[in-house]
């Protein structure tokens, strides 16, 4: 088993990397400190993108799109976070601004 960053640690980490970079960040939702799950919606010009925690084909962590490949509508976005929230009470959400769409962090997208 692979060493893991506490959830809270994490969001708090990036949450601090986006404000050195001069992007917006914020916390929509609290999550289990240890060991919730998290979700990323990256804000963008031309709609939004929500990235769930993965594993990819070796077991490795990843991410995913969860509202897919094309930019979502906020209403997409919304609907996404409540069926997540619904599945696991302990998911930390943070949305940061993202132009682009890309992470401002190192990720694996699969």
Known sequence: MEARLKSGLWVRAVIRQCDRMGRAAVVLRKGDPDSGGILVVLRGQAGSTVL???RD????????RGTGEAPADQAGVDAYLARQVKRD?????????????VPPFEARLV
Not at 57 to 64: D, H, I, L, Q, T
Not at 89 to 96: F, R, S, T, Y
Request: no cysteine; proline share 12%; charged share 30%.
């Open 89 to 101: 009470p302990d998911v930390w959400v943070i949305e940061i601004d993202a132009p682009d769409l």
């Open 57 to 64: 084909a070796e077991g490795r962590p990843a991410w995913v």
């Open 52 to 54: 769930a925690e993965a």
